[in-house]
C-alpha cells in the first residue's frame, strides 16, 4: 500500500536523511524494513543526530545498498514516481577507493573513541579538538565515532589534517586524521590583546545575519556559526539563536580576534552576537 505524498518532488540521492524523513516521517519504518542498519534511527536521539549529516546515498552505502535502489525504494513508499535521474547517486563517496599510504606509515600519536560521550547526550568536539592539536606535522590519530562525522572533515582540514574513514560495522566508524601541514594561522588583528567580550546589543551596523542552530546536536552548532562567520564581511555581525550558552565556542572567538555577548532571554532561549573584526588600516 503507497502513502499519499506530501509532496510529489522526487527524492534524490543528494537529499540528506532528515529531509527525508522531515518531508515523509512514515519513511522510517521503511527505512527499517529495508536493512537492519536502519533500526538505530528509531532511537530519537540517534535519529536526530545522524540522519543531518548523511544523505540517501551515503545511507545506502552504509547499508550495502544500491543508491540507486534506496532511492527508488523510498520514492515508491512514498507514492512517489521517481525520474532515472532523481535515482542516480549524487555523492556516495567516502573517500579514496584505497587508504592513502600515511594510514599504515604516518605515527600515530594517541586515539579517541567519541561514541561513550556522544551517549551521554554530551559534546564531544572539545575533546576531539583537545586530541588533534598537539599533533605534529607528519603524525595522526585515530577516532572511532558512531556515525561518519561529515562536519568535523572542514573543521580539522583548516588545522592542516587529512582523513580518512571506513566503517568496521554497525555503529562503528573509524578516521584516521593525519596532519600533512600546519593549522592555518589566525587572521591577524590591529591589537595582539584578546577581544573584548562586550558589544553594544543596540549599535548600528552595516551588516547582521542571524541563524537559529537550536534544533542542531554538538558539534553542528559550532560549526555551522563558524562556517558562517567565514561568510560574512568585515564589521559584519552574527546574532545565533542557540539554547544554551556555547562555552567550548567562546574560546575559539577569542583566538580569532571575534568580539561577543550572550544574554539568556528564557529556560532554553539563548541569543549570542558575535561581532567579525573590521579591515586594519595599514
Known sequence: MTTTAQSDEPILASWKISEVLQKHPELLDTLVE??????????????????????????????????AALTRALNEAAGITASTEAAEPADASHGPAEAPPWVASAPHSTEIDVRPIMARGEEPFKAIMAVARPVPVGSAFRLQAGFEPLPLYDVLAKQGFAHWAYQRGPDDWEIVFFRERPAQAAQPHSSQAPAPHGIDWDAPTTSEVTIDVSELVPPEPMVKILQTLETLPPDARLLVHHVRRPI???????????????????????????????????
Open 34 to 67: 529495508l536493512s537492519p542498519a536502519f533500526s538505530k534511527l528509531r532511537n530519537p536521539i540517534m535519529r536526530k543526530v545522524q540522519t543531518r549529516l548523511v544523505t540517501v546515498a551515503q545511507a545506502a552505502g552504509m547499508a550495502g545498498l544500491e543508491p
Open 248 to 282: 567550548h565556542l567562546y574560546d575559539r572567538l577569542d583566538e580569532m580576534g571575534y568580539a561577543h555577548a550572550t544574554r539568556e532571554l528564557a529556560p532554553g532561549k539563548v541569543e549570542v552576537l558575535i561581532q567579525k573584526p573590521g579591515t586594519t588600516a595599514s
